[in-house]
């Protein structure tokens, strides 16, 4: 086998075990020499794959990123209505971050201010670029025609940004669930029941 082929394969297994600890605890608890000790390397081994903690977590985001781009991207591609390719893109969103809860976990810890220094540039870069990837495909389903009539005097840039902003505030507030005052408790799949139902509203069930 190549050298580079077993380094990729090194570098999978030790996303594995990074992704398998922060699955048990808290970001700030895994350390680098844990996961160098479950990955069966050296420290100094570890950092030559990834120089940070930071570094190694951002990469596992991006990787999740990529998928979630393709999922929508397979969406707003079908022959469908653009109404309907628009309610079932956020769908594929909310679904996405219901099914994949460390992908939410993961985004909490890039938008630590304090670690951004720790990242290469190229690696923020390519997380800039698949963000934006995902905004466009809300962006084509907003600037539809059959769509675009519902959302006049609205820029669809700014609601691309609240598709992606009410997502990630769903989850960052409620933490899982909302104590609401009458005593009943709202889920973040509630809540984004909620958020579509006024999207299917605005745009028509087409």
Same mark, same amino acid.
Do not use: C
């Given at each position: &086998?190549?050298?580079?082929?077993? !380094?990729?394969? +090194?570098?999978?297994?030790?996303?594995?075990?990074?992704? /398998?600890?922060? !699955?048990? !605890?808290?970001? $700030?608890?895994?350390? +680098?020499?844990?996961?160098?000790?479950? $990955?069966?390397?050296?420290?100094?081994?570890?950092?030559?794959?990834?120089?940070? !903690?930071?570094?190694?977590?951002?990469?596992?985001?991006?990787?999740?990123?990529?998928?979630?781009? /393709? =999922?929508?991207?397979?969406?707003?591609?079908?022959?469908?209505?653009?109404? $309907?390719?628009?309610?079932? /893109?956020?769908?594929?969103?909310?679904?996405?971050?219901?099914?994949?809860?460390?992908? +939410?976990?993961?985004?909490?810890?890039?938008?630590?201010? =304090?670690?951004?220094?720790?990242?290469?540039?190229?690696?923020?870069?390519?997380?800039?670029?698949?963000?934006?990837?995902?905004?466009?495909?809300?962006?084509?389903?907003?600037?539809?025609?059959?769509?675009?009539?519902?959302?006049?005097?609205?820029?669809?840039?700014?609601?691309?940004?609240?598709? =992606?902003?009410?997502?990630?505030?769903?989850?960052?507030?409620?933490?899982?669930?909302?104590?609401?005052?009458?005593?009943?408790?709202?889920?973040?799949?509630?809540?984004?029941? &909620?958020?579509?139902?006024?999207? =299917?509203?605005?745009?028509?069930?087409?």
């Amino acid at each position: &086998m190549s050298r580079e082929y077993n !380094k990729r394969v +090194m570098k999978i297994r030790i996303e594995q075990v990074a992704l /398998a600890l922060l !699955k048990e !605890k808290s970001y $700030s608890l895994v350390s +680098m020499d844990e996961i160098a000790k479950h $990955s069966n390397i050296t420290k100094r081994t570890l950092y030559q794959y990834f120089p940070s !903690k930071s570094t190694l977590f951002v990469s596992l985001f991006e990787n999740y990123l990529k998928r979630l781009h /393709a =999922e929508i991207a397979k969406v707003m591609n079908e022959d469908s209505p653009s109404g $309907s390719k628009l309610n079932a /893109a956020i769908r594929t969103l909310f679904a996405f971050s219901n099914e994949t809860p460390v992908y +939410m976990r993961l985004f909490r810890i890039v938008d630590i201010t =304090e670690v951004r220094d720790e990242i290469p540039v190229e690696l923020l870069e390519r997380i800039r670029l698949w963000n934006q990837g995902i905004r466009d495909q809300f962006l084509k389903g907003l600037q539809a025609e059959e769509v675009s009539r519902f959302t006049a005097g609205y820029s669809p840039e700014l609601l691309a940004h609240l598709i =992606e902003a009410v997502n990630r505030g769903i989850f960052f507030q409620t933490f899982g669930e909302l104590q609401m005052p009458n005593t009943s408790k709202v889920t973040p799949k509630d809540l984004q029941e &909620m958020f579509l139902n006024l999207i =299917e509203l605005a745009i028509g069930r087409q």
